[in-house]
């Protein structure tokens, strides 16, 4: 039997089914692997099977000092224990950052209210947004951001609205997209609505907010950005907010998830069964006071993560509000001390426990995915040093850092 | 009673009774080995499944598979049979009398999916356990050209986890492949990403 070469197209299914560090190792085997490992229908079918088997699942957790924040550590969940081990040092791009969102393997990064990063982590890649500033007007402006998946035009896109509060100038609304790199501004006007929340939720290509009209507090509404046709939606949200409760939106698990925080009593949380039906909003799980122990001080919400994977469980993140910290550009300085996961079927939380996890962090979930493969290298500081060329990276680094702080100024 | 016309892969289980004539189809391999297959799994093979479509061809002739060898054939067929077995575990899906027999059945069929998830799972830890990496590879040529989705798909899995942790080099070999870059190329490419290069397998 003699033996011929496996066809490309077998090559491609093998491929399809390793994880993202082989296959960023194997782009050095041939160039034939290289152009089928970055080739784009190829990164679509990587990053939909892990999606589909949760490969590369990753917990990304960077510290916070109580304003931004900076480095972090890195958690593989490809086992079945759902377990944080192997913590891997990671860098972003951006330090003093926020984290705005994430999305297939991606995470938005906002500095300021201008520096807008898009980042790979598992890919240690990334790309930075063209500055943009709103039109023709003064330094008074707000920006509110959104990073959100537009599968129709197979693309990822960062929203922004920039509000003027000292002027009575409409809030204008901008689109990046990630596969053109620009900047696009949207006819489509800002409806007649106050928002409730700045923190939107993102699903499937539509960006989300709590709004209500203005001046009125029991009632709200949802309001639907697609970024596919660019229009606005309405719809009901299951439970009307109240003075001793809070309202909010998440995503989890692909489903758009309405949040109820009870003030010191629990947290009830709806999914929004059938995406755009107002009825098939259900009641997932309800976290009673005695289910974990609260510390209710400074504590703010239990803000859902992602499932377990038999999907029995949740993990929440435990976020606190900075009080002390003033709203900055009206991000909440919000940030989280501990990882709990609970268990729906039981009703109880556990802590999780581990020595490596900074004071307080933000968190980002991922999952393995090629998706800026072509953008730039996030270079860990150990690596620079490392380098043979350490003397011209330094150089390299200085004469960066010296143009950031001459167009700051 | 099987069916001449029966071109449904999954068998009725209750056609598995031993004693029962089941029909057979013979298959000649590249270094004239003769098999004779029951029908039902042969008919697992896409390549052959669409022979018999096509053709009114009686069974008795032998039908040719110039490019598998009797080892790589004899591997395949004990996968698909023992991959048959595995699917009569559980009961068919649709069933004539719905509603309450079916609402009846569900807890039972959801426990018969998981020990057939079982079965499957160890059954496929051992099927390749002793097998070199050129015997893989065959196999994965042989399931390629018999059309046959199932051990194609497991094949692949394998063939990704075994060579998931291993070097560049590790993989040219494996398939073959001469690495093409010019050396200033390929130590780029080592430095760009060196984090993907540690903690590798030795070779």
């Known amino acids: 039997m003699s033996h011929s070469h496996i066809p490309p197209e077998l090559i491609t299914n093998i491929l399809s089914h390793l994880p993202v560090k082989s296959l960023v190792r194997f782009l050095c085997v041939s160039r034939q692997w290289y152009d089928l490992i970055s080739d784009s229908g190829f990164v679509k079918k990587q990053l939909n099977r892990s999606v589909e088997t949760n490969r590369d699942r990753t917990v990304i957790l960077l510290e916070h000092d109580g304003s931004h924040c900076g480095n972090g550590l890195c958690f593989n969940f490809d086992d079945d224990e759902d377990q944080f081990c192997n913590a891997v040092k990671i860098y972003p791009p951006l330090q003093h950052c926020d984290i705005l969102d994430c999305c297939d393997g991606l995470v938005c990064l906002l500095k300021g209210r201008e520096e807008v990063v898009i980042w790979n982590p598992l890919l240690r890649k990334y790309r930075k947004l063209p500055s943009e500033k709103p039109k023709g007007v003064t330094n008074f402006w707000f920006p509110q951001f959104a990073f959100c998946r537009d599968h129709q035009n197979d693309d990822y896109k960062v929203l922004r609205l920039a509000l003027f509060h000292y002027n009575d100038l409409p809030i204008e609304i901008k689109v990046y997209s990630l596969k053109s790199q620009r900047w696009k501004k949207v006819e489509e006007q800002w409806p007649n609505k106050d928002i409730c929340h700045w923190e939107s939720a993102s699903l499937d290509g539509v960006v989300h907010w709590l709004v209500a009209d203005y001046g009125v507090l029991d009632k709200e509404s949802l309001l639907a950005f697609d970024l596919a046709s660019e229009k606005f939606k309405l719809y009901t949200t299951p439970v009307s907010p109240d003075l001793n409760q809070e309202t909010r939106l998440e995503v989890l698990g692909g489903y758009l998830c309405f949040l109820v925080n009870v003030f010191e009593e629990y947290n009830d949380v709806w999914f929004m069964k059938e995406y755009g039906v107002e009825s098939s909003w259900t009641r997932i799980y309800k976290i009673e006071r005695d289910a974990v122990n609260w510390d209710f001080e400074l504590f703010e919400y239990y803000k859902p993560l992602m499932f377990s994977k038999n999907g029995k469980k949740v993990l929440l993140e435990e976020h606190w509000k900075n009080n002390a910290t003033l709203v900055e550009h009206n991000v909440e300085k919000i940030y989280s001390k501990n990882l709990i996961w609970y268990d729906m079927?039981?009703?109880?939380?556990?802590?999780?426990?581990?020595?490596?996890?900074?004071?307080?962090?933000?968190?980002?979930?991922?999952?393995?995915?090629?998706?800026?493969?072509?953008?730039?290298?996030?270079?860990?500081?150990?690596?620079?040093?490392?380098?043979?060329?350490?003397?011209?990276?330094?150089?390299?680094?200085?004469?960066?850092?010296?143009?950031?702080e001459m167009q700051e100024g | 009673m099987a069916n001449g016309e029966n071109q449904n892969p999954n068998p009725n289980p209750i056609e598995a009774t031993p004693g029962a004539a089941a029909r057979t189809i013979t298959l000649k391999t590249a270094d004239g080995e003769i098999f004779e297959v029951e029908e039902a799994v042969a008919m697992e093979f896409g390549t052959v499944k669409s022979f018999f479509e096509d053709d009114a061809v009686s069974a008795t002739k032998p039908m040719p598979l110039p490019n598998v060898s009797g080892s790589a054939l004899s591997r395949v067929i004990t996968y698909c049979r023992r991959s048959l077995e595995i699917r009569s575990m559980i009961p068919p899906a649709t069933s004539e009398d719905a509603t309450a027999a079916e609402a009846v059945q569900g807890e039972g069929d959801l426990e018969a999916e998981k020990a057939?998830?079982?079965?499957?799972?160890?059954?496929?830890?051992?099927?390749?356990?002793?097998?070199?990496?050129?015997?893989?590879?065959?196999?994965?040529?042989a399931a390629n050209y018999l059309n046959i989705k199932e051990l194609l798909d497991f094949l692949c899995r394998s063939v990704a986890l075994r060579i998931q942790n291993k070097s560049v080099e590790y993989a040219r070999k494996f398939f073959g492949i001469e690495g093409d870059y010019t050396p200033e190329e390929e130590a780029q490419i080592r430095q760009e990403y060196a984090w993907a290069f540690e903690g590798v397998d030795e070779d």
């Open chain 1, 345 to 404: 079927e039981k009703k109880q939380g556990k802590r999780v426990k581990n020595w490596s996890f900074p004071d307080a962090f933000r968190t980002a979930t991922c999952i393995g995915s090629l998706l800026l493969l072509d953008g730039d290298n996030v270079i860990d500081p150990w690596q620079r040093n490392a380098s043979p060329s350490e003397g011209l990276n330094l150089l390299l680094k200085a004469v960066d850092e010296l143009e950031n």
């Open chain 2, 116 to 141: 057939a998830k079982q079965e499957r799972k160890e059954f496929e830890a051992e099927f390749l356990k002793d097998e070199s990496n050129e015997d893989v590879k065959e196999l994965i040529l």
